[in-house]
């Protein structure tokens, strides 16, 4: 793949986790607000590979903390990325390399597609909620369960099907952007 179209892919999975965190309301009992951030996540670490898949939700992370207003409620600023649910917006990043290089790994088995996706995000879940409950415990001063009770455990059955709903959907759209030529046959 050449450079001006891994820029342009990464731009736009750049763009897309911006677009998706706007889709988010608050949970009463939780701290953490419902976003389909995570949902472009995902769908990067699907669809890029490992290291676009990185660069992607870096920049999403920078355009953020320079203070354009891209995470979930139109928020912005060094703030959002250093609070007490900053964690899981710091977990954006690892979360697509590491589903990414999953997937390719797993493209080396004879595994078909659909399950490759679902192992891959499927284990991006862990980072997200380790690193997204440690961070919250360490800023909120609170217990290790009650991070978990209060910012993981209620989201699991959501992200779950956010993994399902990303998987099935990066399936065509793997196929279209590989006609396209936009990404290599590889991924």
């Not at 891994?6 to 986790?17: G, I, N, P, V």
């Not at 995902?42 to 207003?69: C, D, I, R």
């Amino acid at each position: 793949m050449n450079r001006t179209r891994q820029l342009t892919l990464t731009a736009l999975f750049a763009a897309l986790t911006a677009v998706l965190s706007q889709i988010s309301f608050p949970i009463p009992f939780t701290p953490i607000v419902f976003t389909m951030g995570v949902m472009a996540v995902y769908l990067t670490a699907a669809l890029l590979p490992k290291w676009n898949a990185l660069l992607a939700q870096l920049v999403y992370l920078l355009l953020g903390a320079v203070g354009l207003p891209v995470f979930s409620g139109f928020n912005g600023g060094v703030g959002a990325i250093l609070g007490p649910t900053g964690g899981y917006l710091i977990a954006y990043p690892v979360m697509a390399f590491l589903g990414a290089w999953m997937r390719e790994l797993l493209g080396k088995t004879p595994l078909p597609r659909l399950p490759q996706y679902l192992i891959a995000l499927f284990l991006t879940m862990i980072p997200c909620y380790l690193l997204g409950s440690l961070w919250y415990m360490q800023v909120g001063q609170v217990d290790w369960l009650t991070s978990l009770t209060a910012t993981a455990l209620p989201f699991i059955p959501m992200d779950a099907l956010k993994v399902v709903v990303s998987s099935l959907l990066a399936m065509p759209v793997s196929i279209a952007v590989k006609k396209s030529g936009l990404l290599s046959e590889k991924v």
